[in-house]
Structure formats: C-alpha cells, structure tokens
C-alpha cells in the first residue's frame, strides 16, 4: 500500500497541469489517433486538443490507459450501440438499423477487442475504433473520439474513414456528430469533408448498406459510467 502512494505521489510531482484553453486527451488507440492528428491538425489544433506543434496533453495517470475504468468493454458497446446513421445521410433512417450489429447479415465475420470491433462482410471490412477520450464540450465529462473506416477487403490503398465524436457514451443509441471524412485512393489521401464544410464529398468512394438481399449504395456528407473530470496532472505528448 505504501508503495502504491510513493508511485501515485512521484507521477503526480512529475506531471504539469493543461495550460489554459488546450484539452487533456487519452489515446487509447494511439496509432490511429495519430493518424487523425496528422489528417486533421488545423482543426484539432484550433479546438485546443493539439499545440502548435502537433503534441497533446495526456493524463499522468488515467484509468482508461492502464485498461481499467468505463472504456473497458467499448468495443462492444460500438457494436451493440454505434448508430450507422452518419453513413447514409439521404437515407430514411426508418430503413437503417439502430446500430452496426444490427446490419449483420448471415456469413458475417466479426472480431471485437476492448476497444474496437471489425466486420467482414460482402466485399467490405469495416473497423470502428475508440480513438481517445477528451472532454471535447468542456463540460466535465469525457467524449470519445471514434474512427469508422470502410474498405473493400480486396484492396489495402482505398479507403474512406469518418472521424466521430460521441459526446454522451452512456445514451442507449449512440449518435455521433461527424466531425470529419477523410477517402484514401491509391494511397493518396485527403480531407473532403468537415464538420465545417459538410458538401465536399460528392465524388468520394461509395459505401454500400446489405439490407437483407439489396444494396443500396449512398455517398456520405459532407453504457459506460459517467466521467468527472476536474484539474489533472498532465504530460506533453509528441
């Protein structure tokens, strides 16, 4: 017990506190958040997640990054809760699912971890992933940061990833503001729409919804526990 103290007390005494105006943000699935870092920097950076130089500030000790805490099942919760709706934006949300198992189909392949889940089915593999945690609306509570990428499983250089925010993971649909589309095609990628300029999409990679036996093909626009978050001990990542 004494040695859980003198390591909680050396990781606070090492830690800085947020400057003012930038947010605290943990990666969960680092390598894609950096990902988004890069594809996204201008925007991140002027909604205080990044610096000027690109890094970001984590938490020195968080419970979510040691795999602990109400991230620990998100994977699944993405699964069962996740509402596809962003992906068809012109279509009667009557005729969609209320969330991506809901879409399964027959010979569908999925794999879920703690933090994401993966479907193969059709010609497509889709992966949906917990990027990191921000209190994005500073309001005290964190939100998630959410990758949705789209892929014909016969090709690894074309690709579509929607970047989510769900701003209140305990609701019982989850409904996620799209604050970014971003298409790689023969890996060249680009941003072609924002949360900003939603109507720069129009001749991005279409993306195919199996209701039962018929496709209908849409190009996209342009219950874990609540988490208080009050002044944390942070560090500078690059």
Not at 91 to 99: I, M, Q, R, V, Y
Request: glycine content about 8%.
């Amino acid at each position: 017990m004494r040695s859980i103290a003198v390591l909680c007390l050396a990781c606070l005494l090492g830690g800085c506190f947020t400057p003012a105006g930038n947010l605290t943000v943990q990666p969960l699935d680092e390598p894609e958040f950096r990902t988004m870092t890069a594809a996204l920097r201008p925007q991140l950076t002027g909604h205080g997640l990044l610096t000027d130089d690109g890094a970001w500030y984590a938490p020195v000790l968080s419970l979510a990054g040691m795999g602990f805490g109400s991230t620990k099942h998100a994977g699944t919760v993405l699964l069962d809760r996740l509402s596809p709706a962003f992906r068809f934006p012109g279509l009667d949300t009557a005729l969609l699912p209320e969330s991506f198992r809901g879409m399964l189909t027959d010979g569908a392949q999925v794999t879920v971890t703690d933090h994401s889940f993966t479907i193969l089915q059709g010609v497509d593999k889709l992966y949906v992933s917990l990027l990191a945690l921000t209190d994005w609306n500073r309001d005290g509570r964190d939100d998630w940061l959410v990758l949705c990428r789209v892929e014909p499983q016969n090709q690894t250089d074309t690709r579509r990833d929607y970047y989510l925010l769900v701003d209140d993971p305990t609701a019982p649909v989850l409904t996620p503001k799209v604050l970014a589309v971003r298409d790689c095609v023969n890996g060249r990628c680009r941003v072609v729409a924002t949360a900003d300029a939603p109507g720069l999409a129009p001749d991005s990679p279409a993306v195919e919804l199996m209701q039962g036996q018929q496709n209908v093909t849409q190009p996209p626009t342009s219950a874990p526990a609540e988490t208080k978050r009050g002044p944390a001990q942070t560090r500078l990542t690059r």
